[in-house]
C-alpha cells in the first residue's frame, strides 16, 4: 500500500531555533494536512492545504508556523521560532478526498530543549 | 468550537472480554471515521461511516452511527493482546475541506 513519509523521524532542537519537518504525500492525493500529538493526549489537527493554499488552520497554527509544497513531491511545516510547548509528535497525512480517509505519516518527534 | 466527547478515556480488559468506546457529538455529523494507534505507531483509519444507523463490521470489531448522526461507537468483541492501543473517533461536520477534528481517544489495555 501506498504510504506518507515523513523525515526526519526525531529532530531536537534548541529554543528559538527554526525547524522544517518534511513528508512526501502518496503521490495521486491533493489534500495534504498536519496534526500534531502532545506525549499521551489527542491528535491535534494544524492545518490543511490544497491546490497550494491553505484551506483552513487551527488556533495552534499561530503566525510561527508556515506550511509549503516547494515542488511536486514535498509538504512541509515550519516552525519559526520554537518554545518548550512546540514538543510534540508532528504527524503529515494526505488524502485523495476532502473529508474521506486520512493516510498518516509515521511521525516527526520534535523536541525543544 | 465543535466538539466530541468520547468515553471512556481508559478500559482495561482481561483478554477475551468485549470492549466498546463511544463517541457524542451536540451537533449532527456528515459522516465519522474511527481510527486505531498503536502504542508508538500513527493513526491507522478502520472505517468511515456516513449514513444514519449505519452499521458495519470488520471481523471482531463492530461500527455504529446513530439515527440521528451524532454519535457513534465502536464494539470489540473476545478482546485480544493485539487490540491494544487507543481508538479515536474523528467525526466531520462538513464544509468544504472536512477537516477531521479528533475525539480525545479510548486507550485500551488487555491482560493476557
Known amino acids: 500500500e501506498p504510504e506518507v513519509t515523513q523525515t526526519p523521524s526525531h529532530q531536537v532542537t534548541q529554543m528559538g531555533q527554526e525547524v522544517i519537518l518534511r513528508c512526501v504525500p502518496i503521490s495521486n492525493h491533493l489534500y495534504f494536512y498536519w496534526y500534531r500529538q502532545i506525549l499521551g493526549q489527542k491528535v491535534e489537527f494544524l492545518v490543511s492545504f490544497y491546490n497550494n493554499e491553505i484551506s483552513e488552520k487551527s488556533e495552534i497554527f499561530d503566525d510561527q508556523f508556515s506550511v509549503e509544497r516547494p515542488d511536486g513531491s514535498n509538504f512541509t511545516l515550519k516552525i519559526r521560532s520554537t518554545k518548550l510547548e512546540d514538543s510534540a509528535m508532528y504527524f503529515c497525512?494526505?488524502?485523495?478526498?476532502?473529508?474521506?480517509?486520512?493516510?498518516f505519516g509515521s511521525g516527526t518527534q520534535l523536541s525543544v530543549l | 468550537g465543535q466538539q466530541v466527547m468520547q468515553i471512556p478515556q481508559y478500559q482495561h480488559v482481561q483478554e477475551g472480554e468485549d470492549f466498546t468506546t463511544y463517541c457524542n457529538s451536540s451537533t449532527t455529523l456528515s459522516n465519522i471515521q474511527w481510527y486505531k494507534q498503536r502504542p508508538g505507531g500513527h493513526p491507522v483509519f478502520l472505517i468511515q461511516l456516513v449514513k444514519s444507523g449505519e452499521v458495519k463490521k470488520q471481523k471482531r470489531l463492530t461500527f455504529q452511527f446513530g439515527e440521528a448522526k451524532k454519535n457513534s461507537s465502536l464494539h470489540i468483541t473476545a478482546t485480544q493482546t493485539t487490540d491494544v492501543g487507543t481508538y479515536f473517533c474523528a467525526p466531520n461536520y462538513g464544509g468544504s475541506q472536512g477537516n477531521l477534528i479528533f475525539g480525545k481517544g479510548t486507550k485500551l489495555s488487555v491482560k493476557p
Open positions: 497525512a494526505s488524502s485523495d478526498d476532502p473529508g474521506g480517509k486520512l493516510f
